[in-house]
């Protein structure tokens, strides 16, 4: 009988392990999609962008998507961005599946969550470089001390403080890329979507630029980039290779830049 109760006491253990494990598993996955199907249909074609899809990425994470034009990579980036839905699929973003969700839906899960990093920029060419970075406060409604001590901060950050009541226009590309990060940094964003980041810089600005979002990864920040470029996919610590709308490789990395 003892030793039925100790094989007993000895499978409820491994049971509550077990489940341990699973919920720190959860709690640490921030994307998680299953059979993810993106398709585009016109009068005349139908086209598949992703198929099939299985991916999982980590809080804290920094993955490039690597890839040829054409091979879905900016559609991933979309619809993990909340910006777009699966045609098939479930997509789970930190632990709540968003696959179905309504565009309002979306855009409330996306405040203080999401930061988005493109390749234009995407500034709003009549505001002031602070009024920019303000921007994701004012659609929190955050107060106006609170917008003008979290703007700073991110400026600062960026070490942009000194173009504060400049515009967009006069600055260069390396600057209005930092004032791009620092729009996407200041609600505390737990993901940052980085489409092509460095695409409109030279490489010294572009090595800036992702000098900025390795720092923001090594603070805890998950990073998630579109990239064509092998040297700046070097930064990531986990490249993921898609070719016609599948993944076709994924390779984690010892020797990125740090």
Known sequence: MDGYRFYIHKIRHIHVISNLLQNNE???TMIKTKNLKKIYTTDEVETTALD?????IGQGEFCAVMGPSGCGKSTL??????LDNPTEGEYHFLNHDVSDNSEREQAQ??????GFVFQSFNLIDELTVFENVELPLLYLGASSNKRK??????LERMNMMHRRNHFPQQLSGGQQQRVA???AVVANAKLILADEPTGNLDSDHGDNVMKLLAELNEQGTTIVMVTH???DADYARRVIHLFDGQIVTENMQE???V
Do not use: D, T, Y
């Open 26 to 28: 959860q709690e640490n």
């Open 52 to 56: 099939n899809v299985n991916l999982e």
């Open 77 to 82: 980036l979309n619809i993990l961005g909340l």
């Open 109 to 114: 899960l996306r405040k203080g969550n999401i």
């Open 149 to 154: 001590e979290k703007s700073e901060a991110a």
């Open 181 to 183: 990060i620092a729009r």
């Open 229 to 231: 470029s092998p040297h």
């Open 255 to 257: 020797g990125f830049h």
